[in-house]
C-alpha cells in the first residue's frame, strides 16, 4: 500500500512502476529478481509484478494468522478509537468488507 501511495504521488506511470520497484530490492529480493531475470521470467505488468512478489514472498500462513488475529480481537485497555483502527486496519488486510451491524457485534464481542 505504500509503494502504491509514492507511486500515485509521484505520478509513476504503469510501465515504469516495476523497474523503479525492483531498483529498491535488496539482500535476497535482488537476488531473487536477477535469477527470474536471467530465465527470462520478468513479470511484464504492475499486476503480474504484484502477484509474483506475493507468492514468493508472503507465507501461506499469512491469511490464517490475519483470520486468527482478527477473531481473538480484544478491546482490553484500548481505547475505542484505537481498537476500531485496529479492527478496521485487520478486515481491510484480510479483505472482509462488513456492514455496521459486523462492527456493532465485533465490539460487543469483545
Not at 35 to 56: H, P, Q
Not at 85 to 100: A, C, F, N, T
Request: aromatic share 12%.
Amino acid at each position: 500500500m505504500t509503494i502504491e501511495q509514492k507511486f500515485t504521488v509521484h505520478q509513476v506511470r504503469k510501465e515504469h512502476r516495476v523497474r523503479q520497484a525492483t531498483s529498491e530490492f535488496k539482500d535476497f529480493a535482488i537476488i531473487w529478481w536477477t535469477a527470474l531475470a536471467s530465465d527470462g521470467n520478468i513479470a511484464c505488468s504492475w499486476e503480474e509484478f504484484k502477484v509474483a512478489m506475493r507468492y514468493r514472498f508472503v507465507p501461506s500462513s499469512y491469511h490464517r494468522d490475519l483470520r486468527k488475529k482478527l477473531m481473538h480481537l480484544e478491546q482490553r485497555d484500548k481505547s475505542v478509537q484505537d481498537y476500531s483502527g485496529e479492527l478496521q486496519k485487520g478486515l481491510m488486510r484480510y479483505s472482509v468488507v462488513e456492514g455496521p451491524e459486523d462492527s456493532i457485534c465485533q465490539f460487543f464481542q469483545s
